[in-house]
């Protein structure tokens, strides 16, 4: 039972990568094993948890719910590429680290991703904004508060920088 | 910066100070290292087989098919494994009780693993998995914990002779005379439903075996004490033929990531095939199969007291369903004995604990190991006497609390407590959340027509996690350590190295480390790096269990730093011909008393050290490294007779205060506020103290709302996805305000006590405090968690009489 394979390029972090995919290879599994950019975590396989959330095009999307060929032409971007171009640390992931939004870090990137996302739409979330918008990323360490904290933070010192 | 310009709390340099995390900036930066993460050249992957049966014996296992499947390398049945390894160990007396990764002839609940596929890709095993074909010939089976003890019950170990794993009435104190003396008595029931911790990570395991060395490599997601003898005994090889990677970064714990059997089936496929092995389970595998499923227990207690609240005795039965196969889950009946009266003064108790076999998935250790729902059980019953007195539910509680003025205070059941002051972290939190504006928020909700409460729970968070529950459930053990350790280096850079022998999931264990042996070295934390050794040059730990670690690992380290000082103070002594009396150690440097320009510093003494044995003080190891192995602050002992034993030594306390309200159309519960008061002693960085605390309530919160590992009545797990197991999101966990108080403990090298089990052991009983609040005057109440909308909207039905509308 060979699997017919398919090509596909994607830019992924600003780089274009291509390879030859089965059918059946979710996106998730391509980023991780094929690429080996293991930030992006796997915690469900059903859409529900968030780990493996990357931006797709801009928005967040459930990785492990997109075959690797749907990615094909399209623009994704992992925790790995959240970094400023220098290497250093992002506001948002400095911010992370300021406030101890994490814990085991197993579910921070998919965290990272969805905040980015709402902070790219909306400049100044209020706490049920950002409650909201990482609604969909469960986290069994922090309750949630400390990762608020960091969105909150993090809204306020990009918006300090914009002035 | 000095220290007379930023004074921090209790005098400390850096200890209970803002500072950033060792660890935070990889995980941020999607550096982390889990055991999913690890790929290792030629590496065969796993799937794995599992029964449809709670109960059947296995006819044949035809694999033919699944060989077949190109790039298929092996199936491995239990006939082979079974035969080729030894059973894992159990924590009671029951040598029948035998367990193995693999079934062999019989399965004993749904979702047990009966063969293990392996081939060159997850999804070709997956594939070939579904090819294999299991004659199965059901057999009856038993699901309920209660009737699974009555004669003629399906055995789910017919060797064993019984259900029963372990039972064992005590008796501490004049129980019978109290009952008979006392005004009154109340009886009910609580209903602890089956649930756990369920990190975001799956277990995951990574194996290679070296034929040449006679080695086996494992990578694996981790928290357990003697992981790697385990797998070793299992293995069949000896202790140093297994060599455990600590460096893995655990996706999250609390308890549940034993993965033993994982680790032996990887391990010995690995070895097999002489190739690298990965396993990882998929959502449904760890759900159902994975064997962390937490305490699943009934609690029938009694209470005497008299009419101004006084409470003389408590008798509590719990019976606990430990599933299929028990590790060290009954254990989990042994640890709450240690704050078996919470943190009141009960005179008497008795306690009877009875561990039962089910054909359910096991249970493992979950964050508390059984002080949570014993805490439900105890708030339960304060909340009770309190209604039955007319009382006021604060003013029980402050009758009956140990005054800060009576510790050390030893409790029934033979601990000590160590400090607390209850009293006033009771006030502080009542004062942080407004309580008069809050009973008015609630009766305001009330007169508006809906359903609200306010909960209250205080509780003891034992910790410095020692294991005196082994000996006294199981006197052919007679462990009395459960020491950790720490060695620190200093190189001839003079820059500092922690070396721990754990791997981690999420504590911040490099942060700690590095803050108590930059406290006492007086050098900046941010310089000094820890790391994770592996089992083979790893110094003796127990893992971070039973919230210990930074008492156990805390002290370790300041013990291994403080020989560090004192090497340093003794090679400045030898140079100036001086005592070590007339030496001032600051900041690494060390100085003549009065006389400041004769000073050693850091990098002098460090040189000397490394390189110029001819300055060295006799009897001094060149170099600049110390180990230190600590056993824990009054541990050593094995039990009285009638069962009296110090459990853990230190004793954090936390108090709950919090408002729901209940939509009494839909059942629905919401946490409108949340407060939590906790004492855990001096905080080495608070920001890891608030986290896991919140987080801890979050946990509590879906225990006591939203999560159960239900079973149908066929024996089938009805909730093996995020689909129907529900795991509160930041929708449903409220912002949390913890008011923070410091109680030193009087054991430990900086008055630290443990917080990683803090906020899950008080959270549900305040929950279940508020819910049981906010239904009593319809006059029902509920006393079973998960309390899910269902459960909630029967009752308000059945009150109203009515379908439950308005």
């Known amino acids: 039972m060979s699997e017919k394979l398919h090509p596909i390029s994607v830019e992924v972090n600003g780089v274009a990568c291509s390879g030859m995919v089965s059918a059946r290879l979710s996106l998730v599994d391509w980023l991780r094993e094929e690429l080996r950019l293991t930030g992006t975590h796997v915690g469900c396989e059903h859409g529900i948890c968030g780990a493996c959330s990357v931006m797709f095009d801009g928005e967040p999307l459930r990785s492990c719910l997109v075959f690797a060929v749907q990615a094909n032409g399209h623009r994704i971007t992992t925790v790995e590429g959240l970094a400023r171009p220098d290497g250093s640390l992002s506001v948002l992931q400095d911010s992370f680290c300021q406030t101890h939004a994490l814990q085991c870090g197993y579910c921070t990137p998919g965290m990272l991703i969805a905040a980015q996302g709402l902070l790219e739409a909306n400049a100044d979330p209020t706490e049920a904004q950002i409650r909201e918008a990482i609604g969909g990323n469960l986290c069994r360490c922090t309750g949630y508060q400390q990762i608020v904290d960091a969105v909150r933070l993090a809204a306020t010192r990009l918006s300090e920088g914009a002035k | 910066m000095t220290m007379a310009e930023h004074p921090a709390p209790g005098g400390f340099r850096y200890i209970g100070t803002k500072r950033r995390t060792k660890e935070d900036p990889r995980f941020v930066a999607g550096r982390g290292r889990y055991a999913a993460d690890i790929a ?62 693999l079934a062999k002839d019989v399965v004993r609940y749904a979702g047990e693993w009966v063969a293990a596929v392996v081939a060159d890709t997850r999804a070709l095993a997956e594939d070939a998995a579904e090819l294999v074909e299991v004659d199965y010939e059901p057999l009856p089976y038993i699901i309920e914990a209660e009737r699974a003890l009555e004669s003629g019950s399906p055995l789910v170990h017919p060797a064993h002779g019984s259900n029963l794993l372990y039972r064992r009435r005590f008796v501490w104190g004049p ?107 998929d959502r449904l595998e760890n759900m159902r199969g ?195 350790s720490c060695l620190v280096r200093i190189d001839l850079s003079g820059s500092i190295t922690g070396i721990m022998g754990t791997s981690s999931s999420g504590q911040g264990h490099e942060t700690m480390v590095a803050t108590v042996v930059g406290e006492v070295l007086e050098r900046d934390p941010a310089g000094i790096r820890v790391i994770h050794a592996d089992s ?18 805390g002290g370790a380290a300041a013990g291994a730093a ?23 150690y600051r900041e690494g440097n060390v100085s003549l008393k009065g006389a400041p320009s004769k000073t050693l510093t850091w990098d002098q003494l460090v ?174 109440s509920i006393e079973e968690t998960p309390m899910k909308p269902f459960a909630l909207w029967e009752r308000i039905r059945a009150a109203r009489g009515d379908n439950g509308k308005r």
Request: charged residues 20%.
């Open chain 2, 175 to 281: 129980v019978e005379k109290a009952f008979a003396e006392s005004d009154r008595r109340i009886e009910f029931r609580a209903k602890w439903g089956r649930s756990s911790t369920v990190p975001i990570e799956t277990f995951a395991v990574a194996a290679q075996w070296h034929p040449a060395e006679q080695l086996l490599d494992v990578w694996a997601s981790i928290q357990m004490p003697k992981f790697p003898d385990q797998a070793a005994r299992a293995l069949r090889l000896p202790g140093n033929a297994v060599r455990v990677h600590y460096d893995v970064d655990v996706g999250g714990s609390y308890g549940v990531k034993r993965g033993i059997k994982h680790t032996v089936l990887v391990g010995y496929l690995a070895r097999r095939l002489g190739v690298p092995v990965r396993l990882i389970e």
């Open chain 2, 40 to 101: 290792l050249p030629g590496m065969k992957h796993v799937a794995l087989v599992a029964s449809p049966y709670p109960s059947a014996r296995i006819v044949s296992i035809r694999a033919e098919a699944a060989f077949a499947l190109p790039g298929v390398r092996y199936v491995l049945t239990g006939e082979e494994f079974c035969a080729a390894t030894d059973s894992l160990t159990i924590g009671v007396d029951a040598p029948k009780v035998t367990r193995y990764a």
């Open chain 2, 562 to 584: 403080k020989k560090i000082k004192q090497a340093l103070i003794a090679i400045a002594a030898h140079n100036f011909e001086c005592a070590v009396e007339d030496l001032e």
């Open chain 2, 536 to 553: 083979l040059n790893a110094l003796p730990s127990n893992s971070p269990v039973g919230s210990r670690m930074a008492i156990m690992l």
């Open chain 2, 607 to 780: 040189e000397i050290a490394h390189r110029k044995f001819h300055r060295m003080p006799a009897g001094l190891e060149p170099g600049l490294q110390a180990k230190f192995v600590w056993e824990v602050p009054t541990g050593g002992g094995l039990p009285t007779p009638d069962g009296r034993i110090q459990m853990y030594p230190c004793y954090a306390f936390e108090a709950h205060i919090v408002l729901v309200e209940i939509d009494p159309d839909t059942g629905k519960a919401v946490i409108r506020k949340y407060v939590c008061g906790h004492d855990c002693g001096v905080m080495i960085n608070p920001d890891i103290v608030h986290g896991m605390t919140c987080g801890g309530i979050a946990h509590g919160i879906g225990a006591a709302l939203y999560e159960k590992f239900a079973y149908t009545e066929d024996g089938q797990l009805a909730s093996g996805t995020f689909m129907d197991y529900l795991i509160p999101s930041a929708m449903e966990v409220p912002a949390i305000a913890i008011v923070d108080h410091c109680t030193p403990s009087p054991l430990t090298t900086f008055g630290q006590k443990g917080s990683g089990e803090a906020g899950y052991l008080g959270a549900p009983a305040a929950i279940g405090n508020a819910v049981n609040d906010a239904l009593e005057p319809l006059g029902v």
């Open chain 2, 290 to 484: 994975g064997d962390m499923h937490g305490p699943d227990r009934y609690f029938d207690v009694q209470a005497a007291f008299d009419t101004d609240g006084t409470i003389h005795a408590m008798k509590i039965r719990a019976l606990d369903d430990v599933g299929a196969y028990a590790g060290r889950s009954p254990l989990q009946l042994g640890k709450p004995i240690g704050a078996i009266c919470g943190p009141y003064r009960i005179a008497a108790i008795e306690y009877e604990p009875i561990s039962v076999m089910t054909h359910k998935t096991p249970q493992e250790a979950v964050r508390g190991f059984g002080q949570s729902p014993t805490n439900f059980a105890i708030e339960r019953a304060v909340d009770r006497i309190a209604r039955a007195l007319g009382m006021d539910r604060i003013e029980v509680r402050r009758r009956n609390f140990i005054d800060k003025s009576q510790f050390p205070y030893t409790i029934p059941s033979g601990s000590t407590y160590d400090s607390g002051d209850y009293h006033a972290v009771l006030d502080k939190a009542l004062a942080a959340i407004d309580y008069p504006a809050l009973v008015r928020e609630r009766d305001d909700a009330r007169a508006a027509g809906k359903l609200a409460g306010i909960g209250i729970s205080t509780c003891l968070e034992p910790s410095g996690g020692n294991t005196a529950f082994e000996p006294l459930f199981n006197p052919k053990n007679e462990t009395t350590t459960w020491m950790d």
